[in-house]
C-alpha cells in the first residue's frame, strides 16, 4: 500500500515537469516560429531589412517564386536572398521630438577678487 501511493506521487512528480517544460522552452519557441513565418509572409518592396548573415539592405522586388526576394546592398547591387534567410525587417528609430530650448537670461558672473599668493612660498634665486 505504501508503494502505490509513492508510486503515483513520482508519476504526478513527472507530470508536473513536463508540463513546466512545455511552458517554459515549446509554446515560446512556437510563438516565435508563427511570428517568424508571419514577417516573412508580409516581407514586400521597399522594406529594409536585415539577412540572417547579418547583410543589410532594401528589398526591391519579390522573386517569381515564393522562396526568395531581390535586395539592394548597394546603389548598383542587387542580390536575390533566400526568403528564409531573411532575419527581420529594420524599423526606423522613431525621431525624438526636438524641445523649443528657451535662451536663458545672460547673468552677470560676479568675478572674484584675486587672492594674493600668501600660500606660495618663495624658491631660491627668487
Known amino acids: 500500500m505504501i ?3 509513492s508510486g503515483s506521487g513520482f508519476f504526478l512528480l513527472i507530470i508536473v515537469a513536463f508540463a513546466f517544460l512545455w511552458l517554459v522552452l515549446v509554446r515560446p519557441q512556437k510563438k516565435r516560429q ?3 513565418q508571419q514577417m516573412l509572409k508580409e516581407l ?3 522594406d529594409e531589412i ?17 522562396d526568395d526576394v531581390y ?9 536575390r536572398v533566400a526568403r528564409r534567410a531573411v532575419g527581420g525587417v529594420v524599423v526606423p528609430p522613431e525621431p525624438e521630438p526636438e ?3 528657451e535662451p536663458e537670461a545672460a547673468e ?15 624658491r631660491p634665486g627668487e
Open 3 to 5: 508503494g502505490a501511493s
Open 34 to 36: 508563427v511570428a517568424q
Open 44 to 46: 514586400k518592396p521597399g
Open 50 to 66: 536585415v539577412t540572417a548573415g547579418g547583410i543589410y539592405g532594401e528589398i526591391t522586388r519579390l522573386g517569381e517564386s515564393d
Open 71 to 79: 535586395v539592394r546592398i548597394a546603389p548598383s547591387l542587387e542580390v
Open 99 to 101: 524641445e523649443a530650448e
Open 108 to 122: 552677470p558672473v560676479a568675478h572674484e577678487p584675486a587672492q594674493p599668493e600668501l600660500d606660495r612660498v618663495p
